[in-house]
């Protein structure tokens, strides 16, 4: 993806942030704490129909999968609206970091700041 590409995409983020916080009716005083414990929620959902796939050796309900992780995106949107960032702000800090480990060829291994 060259870099024109990757802005454009994350500048398309912010539309999709500003559609979903018209849809943000939780309590502002349970602002950061709400969106948090949503999204570990519909996470933890993606993860069980992909469990319950494999432990029943059924196909995997790609659609449901991905209703789930629209849900997890929404919860971030407003979590990163709450915090003050703009999600092309997180996928722009994310994609640096991430393409400064694959220079560094430091994608493999733990940490933050390897």
Known sequence: MTKDAVELFIGDMDVYQAQARKTAIYPKQYK????????????????????KSMRDGNKLDDLAVAKEL?????????????????????????????????????????????
């Open 32 to 51: 950061l704490v709400y969106p948090a414990l949503g999204l570990c929620g519909e996470a933890g959902e993606v993860a069980e129909k992909i469990k």
């Open 70 to 114: 629209g849900d997890v995106l929404w919860y971030l949107a407003n979590l990163a609206e709450d915090l003050g960032y703009d999600l092309s702000e997180i996928a722009q800090m994310n994609y640096e970091k991430l393409k400064s480990r694959q220079e560094r060829n430091a994608l493999k291994g733990n940490g933050d700041d390897r």
